[in-house]
């Protein structure tokens, strides 16, 4: 009797001891199914550090004509530069979504082998659970008696322990390898997160391609491709621009003001910039070249600025209504805070009897928050929403142009008090007869009118 449960604890401990080779085995497998894939892994990554350099190149270009006189040779050459960096930088989200699809690859084949080593071990730890049971079914005093001698017993005893012994550091291994595997579905759920995300910017970057080309052939078609067109449709814009103002003011005089109450307590960080993290990077690297300097790529703050003040025909004294950042066409426009879609329109398909066109705020977009606040999205080339839309913070909701009153590329930021926000159009209060009698726009009192930098910063 106890040779045979000799035999069985030698079983026992010779199924444990062979879990070590296995697991070996199967880790040198999987070390050579990988290696591979980080081979493909590593091309994407230079690949990605190189079309990075020619993404810094094209912003450079992009910052050198930003400076330029504005002509229709230089608005051109701008979109067209613009469009080689979004195209630039699609590519390099393409190489990030290829190596994050092999590093999920990786992540699925190292799963694969980690729960075959714990089914490995499951196996063994209860084989010799097993054949321990069979051995330890008597108790100590059985066992004192059963054996042929005292010392046999005592040789029994350790024999049983050791097994105990070995299957206690295999459950502890078993659990090690149970909370490893824990970890790498984890980080495989983390990982497809990253990829769907990729995924959606792509589809951004992709959209954002066709609205900077759609942009460059409406811009050819309106100057018939002469720079004297383009210079008479700059110098139309200002003109109109000066009507528009005059009879939005007139507007916002006859408008209720809202109570003190109704305007939201001022907070920094309440709002997001309305741009992607890759932007604002951006902005941090054309500081200096700005005039005032500043990190966000504003071009004209809320309130008198020193621009509101020289044009006092366009802006009636009221100063500017909103910040303005500027943009290339094309670039994503985020929402701001998390809201429903109040309005959309395009002032520009407004015209009067003679047929002249409202240039005003072209393509625009507001959205509606829970804390009290409306804000403005204007001079779109592109939108993307619709009236009542439910947007998160950071959403795309269009893209950045130049339609309506803009001169140059950039995206008019306002901030409102939801209290005073009405979309209209100008003649509903009073009989106006500007080319922008007819355009549905949002319109608020003048106290309605909130410096967005109050909610940002």
């Known amino acids: 009797m106890s040779s045979f449960r000799i035999a069985l604890l030698a079983l026992c401990l010779l199924v444990i001891a062979s879990i070590d080779p296995a697991h070996h085995a199967l880790a040198q497998a999987a070390a050579a199914d990988t290696s591979g894939v980080q081979a493909q892994i590593d091309q994407h990554n230079a690949a990605i550090t190189e079309l990075n350099s020619e993404i810094a190149a094209y912003q450079k270009q992009l910052d050198v004509l930003g400076g330029q006189k504005q002509t229709l040779t230089s608005a051109i050459k701008t979109i067209d530069v613009s469009r080689q960096q979004t195209a630039t930088q699609a590519q390099v989200t393409q190489n990030q979504i290829g190596a994050t699809d092999l590093q999920l690859t990786q992540i699925k084949g190292a799963i694969l082998t980690k729960q075959q080593a714990i089914n490995l071990d499951r196996g063994a730890v209860g084989a010799s659970i097993r054949s321990l049971q069979e051995v330890s079914e008597s108790s100590l005093v059985e066992q004192l008696f059963a054996a042929n001698s005292l010392s046999d017993a005592w040789t029994d005893i350790d024999n049983t322990a050791a097994v105990t012994d070995a299957l206690r550091t295999q459950a502890n291994v078993l659990s090690g390898d149970t909370v490893a595997l824990t970890g790498q579905e984890n980080t495989a759920a983390d990982t497809r997160t990253k990829l769907a995300s990729l995924e959606t910017q792509l589809k951004v970057q992709q959209k954002a391609l066709d609205v900077n080309k759609a942009a460059k052939a409406s811009l050819l078609a309106q100057t018939n491709s002469k720079e004297s067109s383009y210079q008479s449709l700059i110098a139309t ?14 507007l916002q005089s006859q408008l209720k003001s809202v109570g003190k109450a109704s305007i939201p307590t001022v907070g920094a960080g309440i709002l997001s910039w309305p741009y992607s993290a890759t932007f604002a990077a951006h902005c941090l690297t054309i500081a200096n070249a700005l005039d005032p300097v500043n990190n966000y790529c504003i071009t004209q703050y809320f309130g008198n600025t020193p621009f509101a003040t020289a044009n006092a025909s366009i802006y009636n004294g009221m100063g500017h209504d909103g910040v303005d950042i500027g943009m290339p066409i094309g670039t994503p426009v985020h929402a701001a805070l998390s809201g429903v879609v109040l309005g959309t329109g395009n002032t520009d398909t407004a015209h009067n009897a003679a047929g002249q066109q409202c240039l005003s705020f072209g393509k625009w977009v507001m959205i509606k928050h829970a804390n009290g606040l409306d804000t403005m999205y204007a001079h779109l080339s592109e939108i993307d929403v619709a009236k009542g839309d439910a947007l998160s913070t950071g959403d795309v909701l269009g893209y950045s142009g ?56």
Do not use: D, W
């Open 237 to 250: 814009k200002k003109q109109q621009e000066t009507a528009f103002e005059s009879e939005l003011t007139s």
């Open 402 to 457: 130049m339609t309506g009153y803009a001169t140059g590329p950039h995206l008019h930021f306002g901030v409102y008090a939801s209290a005073g926000v009405q979309i209209l159009t100008l003649n509903q209060f009073r009989g106006a007869v500007t080319p922008c009698a007819n355009a549905t726009m949002p319109v608020a009192p003048n106290n309605a009118y909130l410096n967005p930098m109050s909610y940002l910063l």
